[in-house]
């Protein structure tokens, strides 16, 4: 494993200010921050959780958030193993996965496992699990590096 472009800081610091963000989310409104059941209620796909100016604020704000650590940081170079067409249907996949799994990484990940649910402990589990598995199957083919 190569860890010469480990960023042990920067992990800490983005860390620190998702686990702020779902505390202020949750003490100030008393919802849990999961970015798949805001962006569901900000795209109308969702009549349930916080009001909808809430939900899009929070929505809109990620990619905000994302272009002042640019200003600051400097640009963040993304590499993709696969082409744009592979990463829109595996975002898709995830998209429905989400919906189907009532959560993503945000709210399960985060605020469900910080409240001890069950439920978020089984999903975080599954989430991790085949993500190792995936992660696995995409170098033994080579798709990986």
């Known amino acids: 494993m190569d860890w010469t472009n480990a960023t042990p800081l920067a ?11 779902c ?8 919802r849990i921050a999961g970015v798949s059941g805001l962006a569901a209620r900000a795209f109308a796909l969702s009549q349930t959780g916080p009001p ?3 939900a899009a604020a ?5 990619p905000f958030g994302a272009g002042i650590v640019n200003l600051i940081s400097g640009p963040v170079i993304a ?28 709210g399960h990940g985060v605020c469900g496992l910080s409240r001890l649910s069950a439920r ?7 989430f991790v699990s085949f993500g190792f598995a995936t992660v696995a199957v995409m170098r033994v083919l080579g798709v990986l590096w």
């Open 120 to 126: 978020s402990i089984v999903a975080t589990l599954s």
């Open 58 to 62: 929070f929505i809109v704000g990620l």
């Open 23 to 30: 505390a202020i989310m949750l003490l100030g409104l008393g």
């Open 52 to 54: 909808w100016s809430i």
């Open 11 to 21: 992990a800490l610091t983005g860390g620190i200010l998702i686990g702020l963000a």
């Open 79 to 106: 590499r993709f193993p696969s082409s744009p067409a592979v990463v829109l249907i595996g975002g898709l996949l995830v998209g429905f996965g989400t919906r189907m799994g009532s959560g993503c990484t945000s």
